[in-house]
């Protein structure tokens, strides 16, 4: 990803938001993974429930460095 110009103004922020999706995206993966190789069907809605929640948070965080630029 190339820099900006002109630099965040909460860059603590900004970096908080980037790890959180770097570490949501690393946990979705790993959830998926998992997804195929579950032995219920309550056990594979587990996951597919957390997986939901984490794109909601990666949503939240891009949107939020949306905003910031």
Do not use: C
């Amino acid at each position: 990803m190339a820099d900006r110009f002109l630099p965040a103004d909460d860059p603590v922020l900004e970096d908080v938001l980037n790890w959180t999706v770097e570490r949501d995206a690393l946990d979705i993966r790993r959830l998926l993974e998992w997804l195929p190789q579950a032995r219920s069907s309550k056990e594979r809605r587990a996951l597919l429930s957390r997986v939901h929640e984490l794109l909601s948070e990666v949503e939240l965080s891009l949107n939020g460095l949306d905003e910031m630029h």
